[in-house]
């Protein structure tokens, strides 16, 4: 009876069945580590967590806790209770009811409950084991011997024949128990491992589950604010599109009210033709004088010279409507479009750091190797091939060769500055190795308070200057872009330059006046 109320109360609430692994909740109540999971696994999506028993409401997903001492009392309580019904082994002499057998004996080979072991014969010779159903299993299938030795060189159980006469002959023997305990010790080495690594997998799902709700929260957020971007681009892009097609249409309509008013026009002179021939074709001159509309009949140059322009207007009319432009537009769009889904595939920001060695002699560099400034004195560098000398530049000590990457810079501290990339290749000295001066680099420039990009030379300004202090530079090496964004309350794009890259690229700053600092991925 008191084996029973043990046993109740050392069942789990929610699988009914004795504790595995019981861990409990700030509560105070147990449940088996996989039952509690799955309880709070189904509650995660409800906005909130309880316990099964007593439904004690936690805020936050609750820490698990290993209650160790339930954890020895349930071990002991099932070696000394043995499920004898789930192993099938049954008293060989109860022959009228079938009793659960709690030993086997090799020697006689039977199995006995408790009444039939107390009346067994102790001597040595009866070996006991716990039920069995096959006594076969438990002897040497060649001599027919029970198992008693353990061969270590062979990895096999044998008998007492196999250590004499057979192949194990000479071989180093040891007994069961023996080897068992051997064999136990090592599994108990395994099972620590174990155990260690089921705990750190359990820190890292516990940390990944609370890095997910984290994600999930801000997911919310951003849908909601992605959304909204992307319905107020439909609705703009929408209203682009009727008032461009009522543009389209609205010419053949302008023409065709025209049309309309001349034939109104051309009905009115015809009237006024017949009206006149009626006059030319009177015999009385009376009533020819006294006709008191002649003044407007012979007014032939009404509206001549405004229905002559007009007419001018329609035919050369082009319909006031740039198609090109609005097409290059919206390719543009396109191309923004496409260049929007790499930032889903990048991680984070690249880490840029300058390289000292190629910095020209007048740039400080700080010490964490992200921001520069232009000093008037010289510093103390050795003059070699790497470094700029005329231009006061410094290159990214990291290169890049391949995939999707990009880095902010921010520039709010500097009023002439250049940004950008450029090959290792690029020359060093003259007038020709500023960036965006030459082939082999590609710049984002701001000089005399007026922006604009640079490649070989060539200048493209911008029509409006950039309003941020921050800039973003997006490389995809493969697609061979170099693209340029202000970081304003939305980000803008400025520029894109296209080409096929044939060397690894560098980032690369120039700077005049006041410094320019390198930095991560998130906007400050």
């Not at 520069?372 to 990214?396: A, G, H, M």
């Not at 921010?410 to 290749?425: F, I, N, R």
């Not at 965006?436 to 911008?462: A, E, M, T």
Request: charged fraction near 30%; hydrophobic fraction near 30%; aromatic fraction near 8%.
């Amino acid at each position: 009876m008191a084996s029973a109320n043990l046993r109740a109360e050392l069942e789990c609430s929610v699988c009914l069945k004795i504790y595995t692994d019981p861990v409990n909740l700030r509560c105070g109540h147990n449940f088996c580590r996989v039952c509690i999971d799955r309880v709070l696994d189904t509650q995660g999506g409800s906005g909130g967590y309880s316990c099964p028993e007593c439904k004690e409401k936690f805020p936050d997903r609750p820490a698990l806790q290993r209650n160790i001492t339930l954890r020895n009392i349930v071990g002991n309580f099932l070696s000394a209770q043995p499920d004898q019904e789930e192993s099938g082994v049954f008293c060989t002499y109860c022959v009228d009811y079938p009793i659960p057998a709690v030993r086997s004996c090799l020697l006689c080979e039977v199995s006995l409950c408790d009444k039939h072991l107390r009346v067994h014969k102790k001597s040595p010779e009866h070996i006991l084991t716990d039920p069995i159903l096959s006594m076969e299993s438990r002897k040497c299938s060649i001599h027919k011997k029970i198992l008693e030795y353990y061969c270590t060189e062979d990895e096999t159980c044998i008998c007492v024949s196999c250590c004499m006469n057979g192949g194990h002959k000479g071989h180093e023997m040891e007994s069961l128990d023996e080897a068992s305990e051997k064999k136990k010790e090592t599994l108990r080495n395994v099972l620590q491992k174990l155990l260690i690594k089921r705990e750190e997998t359990e820190e890292r799902v516990q940390s990944l589950q609370e890095h997910r709700r984290k994600v999930e929260e801000e997911a919310a957020g951003d849908t909601e604010r992605v959304t909204a971007l992307f319905r107020d681009l439909r609705r703009r892009l929408e209203d682009l599109e009727k008032r461009i097609l009522r543009e389209i249409s609205g010419r053949a309509e302008r023409i065709s009210i025209f049309i309309r008013d001349l034939e109104i026009k051309k009905e009115e002179l015809s009237r006024k033709m017949r009206h006149i021939e009626e006059l030319c074709n009177m015999t009385d001159p009376l009533t020819v004088l006294q006709e008191s509309d002649t003044g407007d009949l012979c007014d032939t140059e009404d509206g001549d010279n405004e229905d002559r322009e007009k007419h001018e207007e329609l035919l050369h009319d082009g319909g006031g409507l740039d198609v090109d432009g609005i097409s290059h537009t919206l390719h543009t769009l396109s191309d923004i479009i496409t260049e929007v889904d790499v930032y889903f595939y990048i991680q984070g920001a690249a880490d840029i750091l300058l390289d000292v060695n190629t910095a020209h002699n007048n740039l400080y560099i700080s010490d964490d190797r992200k921001t520069v400034s232009r000093l008037d004195r010289k510093q103390n560098r050795p003059e070699t091939p790497e470094r700029f000398q005329d231009w006061y530049q410094v290159l990214s000590s990291r290169s890049f060769s391949s995939g999707r990457h990009y880095w902010e810079v921010d520039v709010g501290a500097s009023k002439e500055w250049m940004v950008g990339m450029c090959y290792p290749s690029i020359d060093r000295i003259g007038g020709q190795s500023g960036i965006g001066y030459n082939k082999k680099s590609w710049s984002l420039i701001r000089c005399n308070n007026q922006y604009g990009v640079r490649h070989d030379s060539k200048k493209i300004p911008f029509p409006s200057n950039i309003p941020s202090n921050r800039v973003r530079i997006y490389l995809d090496y493969e697609a061979g872009r170099i693209s340029f964004y202000d970081l304003c309350d939305r980000i803008r794009h400025l520029h894109t330059f296209t080409t096929t890259f044939t060397e690894p690229l560098h980032a690369v700053i120039w700077v005049y006046k006041g410094y320019i600092k390198m930095c991560g991925g998130n906007r400050e």
